[in-house]
């Protein structure tokens, strides 16, 4: 019985000794499969951490400011990071991609953050330039209105409205769409009751709103629908 006891724990022992020994972690460079026992042979490439949010909205035409990444090695010493911001382009509306790489002896890694190039009310701001399909005596817009911020970062304000008779006229702002609610304008001899949607092109340049309008005005009066383009 002493015997096959002692046979057993020399079978056991020997089982032990004979499981493959390698990298048993996933996520090392050099991760084997097939092993059983760990060796402590792991080798690992850098970790890379985004500084910031990986995902970061800028406004079309300004400039962008990254605020870059770190990079360490497995024991935490530090690795250099090389931010890659080529592919950035902030004249025009997109998303586009900055990717930081880091490597030291056991390969490189990469990491990526989304920047978001969008219209916001900055954008929309100035003195811009009309030209029109409207009818002059139905609804005479203004040739150089000034459009200001409203209270809140999605409203706009545009002054004068029409030639002459002048007026506000208030809209909203949602990215590059730009929406005119009803409102409406006295012009001395009647009202103008009038409200508009349009778009902004993706350079921020230009944006074109098509109005509906009701001019009160007696005799002359009627409703009608025509198109502005105010170039920024």
Request: a negative charge; glycine letters at 10%.
């Amino acid at each position: 019985m002493k015997n096959l006891l002692l046979l057993a724990a020399i079978a056991t022992i020997g089982l032990a000794s004979c499981k493959k020994k390698g990298c048993t972690d996933p996520q090392a460079v050099n991760y084997n499969s097939e092993a059983q026992k760990d060796d402590e042979s792991c080798n690992y490439i850098p970790t890379i951490a985004i500084t910031g949010a990986a995902a970061m909205d800028v406004t079309l035409g300004t400039t962008y400011n990254d605020p870059g990444a770190t990079a360490t090695n497995v024991d935490g010493s530090s690795v250099t990071v090389t931010a890659d911001l080529s592919q950035v382009d902030t004249g025009a509306v997109g998303s586009f991609t900055v990717t930081y790489t880091a490597t030291n002896e056991h390969g490189t890694a990469t990491a990526t953050r989304t920047v978001n190039v969008v219209i916001s009310q900055d954008n929309w701001l100035g003195s811009p330039s009309v030209t029109d399909d409207c009818n002059v005596a139905l609804f005479p817009v203004n040739g150089s209105p000034v459009i200001t911020a409203g209270t809140t970062t999605s409203d706009l304000i545009f002054d004068p409205m029409f030639t002459v008779a002048g007026g506000t006229m208030n809209a909203t702002i949602s990215g590059s769409t730009i929406t005119i609610p009803q409102q409406t304008i006295n012009i001395t001899v009647g009202d103008i009751i009038f409200s508009g949607t349009g778009t902004m092109n993706v350079n921020g340049t230009q944006f074109t709103v098509v109005y509906n309008y009701d001019n009160t005005t007696p005799v002359i009066g009627a409703t009608g629908t025509c198109t502005v383009t105010y170039s920024l």
